[in-house]
């Protein structure tokens, strides 16, 4: 479940629709094409500074109940 959340919380970050990133996905990309393909289809265009300030955010949250 943690790790659902976690990822609607980076599709929402980054404004990437998660059946195009499926398709992407099982298309069988590479982690650095996923990377290439994230960056020219993102709806949001992000600096360096949000990225980290997003990343260092999402490495310091918890489960929010001991099931997640």
């Known amino acids: 479940m943690f790790e659902r959340?976690?990822?609607q919380r980076f599709l929402s970050f980054?404004?990437?629709d998660a059946e195009a990133l499926k398709a992407q996905l099982a298309?069988?990309?590479g982690d650095g094409e996923i990377l290439e393909w994230?960056?020219?289809n993102a709806t949001r265009k992000l600096n360096d500074?949000?990225?980290k300030s997003w990343s260092d955010l999402a490495e310091q949250r918890v489960p929010s109940?001991?099931?997640s």
């Open 65 to 67: 109940d001991p099931e």
């Open 49 to 51: 500074v949000e990225i």
């Open 5 to 7: 959340l976690l990822d």
């Open 14 to 16: 980054v404004g990437i």
């Open 38 to 40: 994230i960056t020219a």
């Open 27 to 29: 298309a069988g990309k």
